[in-house]
């Protein structure tokens, strides 16, 4: 898969998060390419991915807060369709 053309998963993340939380910014990274062959690895091509989003909704959140946030915005995907994800949040100005 070319790295430059989003998945349906990479698709379905940004989505579900941009509903969630409007993010002034955010990235979904597919780092399943790293993780070819390893556990966790379906063959889907979009088991691992890193986010890296910055939400207003995170201003004077902690850093766990943040992480149940964006894990209760993507649902049931961690651990059921996505084998990892790095989550990176942030609040505008950090």
């Given amino acids: 898969m070319n790295m430059k053309t989003k998945g349906p998963m990479a698709n379905e993340i940004e989505n579900r998060l941009t509903a969630a939380l409007s993010p002034t910014q955010l990235e979904v990274i597919n780092d399943s390419a790293k993780h070819s062959g390893h556990a966790g690895d379906d063959g889907s091509g979009e088991s ?25 915005a993507l649902g049931d995907l961690p651990g059921q369709k996505v084998h990892a994800m790095a989550i990176k949040a942030k609040a505008p100005g950090e």
């Fill in 48 to 72: 691992h991915f890193t986010v890296l989003i910055e939400s207003t909704a995170f201003t004077g959140k902690s850093r766990l807060e943040r992480q149940r946030m964006v894990n209760g």
